[in-house]
């Protein structure tokens, strides 16, 4: 699939309106929780800010437009967001989870709403027959998909996904974090709510937690906006501001990741202290014919597993300089994870050996820095 060039323009100007009364082109942070009414009910479109406020809305523009969705929320964070899509759900409920979901989103389910009487069925949806399985064994009411997955990078299949979903009367829910709005359109392979982490690509700096929904169902959307105001999960205006200032530089972001990203993959791959690298931008990976259909582009995001013991892959990660060594992904940095002792801790040990997250697998953030830095970075610590 080829990349949308208008993205482009979209992430620029989407909910970037000049402010009416001074013109400022950039509008000033509205800070205020309340807004004045001329008489009781009678106001200009905004009364509390949980509820709505101008810094928000035109975010919530902006991320509408990135997904070519009809509505956007914002949230405090990715799992905010999450929660909001989790609360749709009644008790008793049926939701079949790809089995590698980003560990936050499993605790989420396994430790705060599964007691709500929620089935949550984790499954490996890159074996259709395994979905189809789990989808005829009784009535399903929601889809979590993730993919590219984190951290091996697999591939799910959104079409197939959608599928199955309409065929149980199920809602399609995509966590396209990894992808992000430019490499791959849920929406368009016919998902119904779209899931951002906002922390990571679309804030693309490290230094804002944020959580966003998009949908172009209305039903879903008007549900969604109460569960928003109702729990009030919400971000400040000030976290709406630095999240609307970086989609702009958005595309140009991905871009520059993707590169590094497979530049960085191409030079692993050669490398003799590599079992195995994973990012689905390689030829051979399993996932690549797959992610060229459904994806215009193969992100930033690259794992590998070391041929090294445990002390042999800490210590290099403890040489590199460039990477840094910190959780989390997406931000204009380079950064380094050891998924089994950071951001996959919590997966249960069973799961985790079967997802093939052991001592010796490591997940890299490419950023924006110079990918000849990187590569020399890297082949310096694997010295
Ligand atoms: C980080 C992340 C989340 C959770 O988002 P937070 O902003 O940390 O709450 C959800 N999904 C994916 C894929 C993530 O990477």
Redesign the pocket.
Known sequence: MAIDKSFFTTAVHAGAHPEQVTGAVMPPIFMSTTFAQEAPGEHKGFDYSRAGNPSRDGYEEALSALEGAKHGLAFA????A?QAVAQLLNPGARVLVCDDV?G??GRLFRKLYAKYNLDFNFIDMTSLAEVKAAAAAGPVDLIWV?TPT?PTMKIIDIRAMAKIAKDKKAILVV?N??ATPLFQSPLKLGADIV?H????YIGGHSDV???ALMTSNDELHQQLRFIQFAAGAVPSPFECFMLHRSVKTLAIRMTQHEKNALAVAEFLSSHKKMKKVYYPGLAKDPGHNLAKEQMSGFSGMVSFDHTGNYSEVVSFLKKLKVFTLAE??GGVESLVNHPEKMTHASVPEELRKKLGIGHSLVRLSCGIESADDLIADLKLALE
Request: proline share 0%; net charge negative.
């Open positions: 964070s990715g799992l905010a999450e980003y936050g989103t993730e984190n966590d974090t990894f899931v982490s906002t922390t990571k937690i944020g959580g989390s992904l």
